[in-house]
């Protein structure tokens, strides 16, 4: 996936928005600029700063920054640096900015006050918006807007920034010029330089002396969160419980896929015959046939269940039980010398491990980063799922266990699970390696309240997600079919040549030179055809062996490719390549976003050697049991 660009506006007021992690900074953000930037109920979801402009209603553009999270400007890890160079000034590329909306959890107030109170010393025009009010006032805390400016000596507002209109206060409070003549305090000198010193402890002081004023000082329970956490966070039922909704999860992509699905390849096979009646027979035919409806329509086919796995995981995203999973598998993390930290960036893998690699910003400890980075790519991405649905759609039946559990969904389930302990495996490798690896690092993580996942939101998700995975179909997957549909047909067989006419082209003879490398894995030519443009980006493989079949066969009839390879291929085959899915480095951006977030070459290079070497070796042991028991 690629990151969203950040909108650059050069001129214009700077208004930044600073806050705890997961006060809805940037769903305010979204509101008032009309972005679509992620929002999730979790820590650490924004990393980087992101850009947007805001019209006033007297047409003055001003430039909204949205920032990661941060506890105090004392900063641990990647992302909460970012927050403090831009408020210091130290941004590269940026200047300071104009003003700080402090966006505050109104349920949270003895946290959020403190950092306002070191922005102030900032020396920064500071606002105040009292974000999550809707909640604050379900929960039976009011707080006198009135009495907090006065307190603080700075404006302050309401906000509910999940509804609609829920911004309007601080638009308007935005909207007036006079906002921007804010005197700001006077700059503290070298704050950043105390670090949970005295300036700490009066901070704290002041923060209780305030709620005190505002009758704020009793700690207000979360009873439907603590009622919820008694079951899901139990040592015994919380394990079983998330056992079971991630079965339930793959259990559902195969059911509930099968009618969009078969809908989606009816609709390609007939453009594939409606189009092929339509031209006269020549190359070009074969070019738009074979090449882009076949190559297209092959991988199309699996949006259905990409998009259902995406509905669960955004679900689960907004519900607030992600850092819920992450306690739970803590113990299990520390035991491979990861701690919980690593846990959400490797859960944003299983969408696809460029986002999850970036998201190794939120870890402070540099070790357990580059460990995270190394495992990223061993969690089963979207990608795969093409891959894996074709091979068990036509080797494994559909059946169902015990009249309970599909076949289908229990072999996926399996793999997904590969790809895990394949990654914990390589973790605790790296502990034996590292004396660091071996200490325990307790997890410090915010469970956030379960909040009911806004409707609106999931679909703006799944509506990015079918943009993005159009928009590779269109763009690299079908360069390179079409890349791969010119080498397999030239130059053409020679007159009277046996044999089917790609043998004879560019790819057919890289086939099967490949072929004498892969045949102890029980690859065939035409796996191996596919699998060199599958290096780029997963997904093509499919397409490949759509183009790679659908111009090896001699017959008239348009098969799918299903059918095709189930006839062609043995089981055991089947089955390596699968296990070859599991583990092989078959994604070129995965790679240079390691590059790039690690900052070296190192990093890269290692993951590629580690994941060919674990790939051949999984394929190499499939196969060869596969042989000898079926
Ligand atoms: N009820 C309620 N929920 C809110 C409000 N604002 C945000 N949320 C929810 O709070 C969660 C966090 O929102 P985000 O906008 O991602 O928070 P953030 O401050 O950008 O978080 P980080 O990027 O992790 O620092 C999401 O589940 C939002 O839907 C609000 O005013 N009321
Ligand atoms: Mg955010």
Redesign the pocket.
């Known amino acids: 996936m690629r990151d969203e660009k950040i909108h650059f506006h050069p001129s214009g007021p700077l208004i930044a928005l600073v806050?705890?992690?997961?006060?809805?900074?940037?769903?305010?953000?979204?509101r008032l600029t009309g972005s679509f930037q992620?929002?999730?109920?979790?820590?650490?979801?924004?990393?980087e700063r992101k850009e947007g402009r805001l019209i006033t209603s007297l047409h003055i553009a001003l430039r909204i920054l949205?920032l990661?999270?941060t506890y105090s400007l004392y900063p641990r890890s990647l992302d909460e640096r970012v927050t403090c160079d831009v408020l210091a000034g130290r941004a590269q590329g940026e200047r300071r900015p104009d003003l700080a909306v402090c966006?505050v959890d109104a349920t949270n107030l003895r946290r959020s006050l403190r950092l306002v109170l070191a922005v102030q010393r900032q020396g920064l025009p500071c606002i105040v918006a009292l974000?999550?009010?809707?909640?604050a006032r379900l929960r039976g805390i009011h707080i006198d807007e009135q009495a907090l400016s006065v307190e603080l000596g700075i404006p302050v507002v309401s906000?509910?920034?999940?509804?609609v209109g829920?911004e309007s206060a601080l638009r308007k409070m935005l909207d007036d010029p006079a906002i921007l003549q804010l005197k700001a305090g006077p700059a503290a000198v070298n704050d950043t330089a105390d670090p949970g010193g005295q300036q700490t402890h009066t901070d704290h002081e002041r923060v209780q002396a305030i709620l005190r004023k505002l009758k704020l000082d009793h700690l207000v329970p979360d009873l439907k969160t603590e009622r919820l956490d008694r079951f899901l966070l139990h040592p015994v039922f919380g394990p079983v419980a998330l056992v079971v909704l991630l079965f339930m999860i793959f259990q559902a992509m195969f059911s509930w896929a099968q009618v969009p699905m078969d809908f989606i390849k009816d609709m390609s096979d007939h453009l594939a015959v409606l189009v092929a009646d339509l031209l006269p027979d020549n190359w070009m035919r074969s070019l738009i046939v074979d090449g882009v409806i076949k190559g297209a329509g092959s991988v199309v086919v699996f949006l259905p269940q990409i998009l259902i796995l995406f509905a669960f995981i955004l679900i689960l995203e907004?519900s607030?039980y992600l850092p819920r999973a992450a306690y739970l598998l803590d113990r299990l993390m520390g035991s491979v010398g990861l701690s919980g930290r690593s846990f959400i960036p490797l859960l944003s893998s299983f969408a696809c491990a460029i986002p999850g690699i970036i998201a190794t910003r939120t870890i402070p400890n540099q070790r357990d980063r580059w460990v995270t980075m190394l495992i990223a790519p061993l969690m089963t991405c979207s990608a795969r799922l093409p891959v894996y649905a074709l091979l068990i759609s036509a080797f494994i039946p559909q059946t169902k266990i015990w009249g309970l559990f599909e076949l289908q969904g229990l072999i996926i389930f399996i793999l997904y699970f590969a790809g895990i302990l394949g990654a914990m495996g390589v973790a605790w490798v790296l502990k034996r390696f590292t004396a660091s690896g071996r200490q325990i690092r307790p997890l410090m993580m915010e469970l956030?309240p379960y909040?009911l996942p806004?409707v609106r939101?999931i679909l703006i998700g799944l509506w990015q997600r079918t943009q993005l995975f159009m928009s590779r179909v269109g763009g690299v997957i079908m360069v390179l079919t079409l890349a791969l549909w010119f080498l397999a047909s030239f130059p053409s067989a020679p007159a009277g040549a046996a044999g089917s006419p790609i043998e004879y082209s560019i790819a057919g003879m890289i086939g099967h030179a490949l072929a004498v490398v892969l045949a102890p894995i029980g690859f065939n030519w035409q796996i191996a055809i596919a699998l060199v443009p599958g290096l780029a980006a997963r997904e093509v493989a499919i397409s490949s062996l759509g183009t790679v079949y659908a111009l090896s066969t001699t017959t008239e009839v348009a098969q799918s490719l299903g059918p095709l390879i189930a006839q062609q291929w043995s089981l055991p085959t089947a089955l390596s390549l699968l296990a070859w899915y599991v583990f092989a480095p078959q994604c070129l951006s995965t790679i240079a976003t390691i590059r790039r977030e690690s900052g070296s070459w190192q990093l890269p290079l290692l993951v590629l050697v580690y994941l060919f070497a674990l790939a051949y070796l999984a394929s190499f042991i499939t196969f060869r049991v596969a042989t000898a028991l079926l």
């Open positions: 806050g705890n992690p997961n006060c809805g900074k940037t769903a305010l953000f979204n992620k929002v999730a109920n979790y820590a650490g979801v924004t990393v949205d990661p999270g966006v974000n999550m009010s809707d909640e906000t509910v920034a999940t509804a829920g907004e607030g956030p909040r806004v939101n």
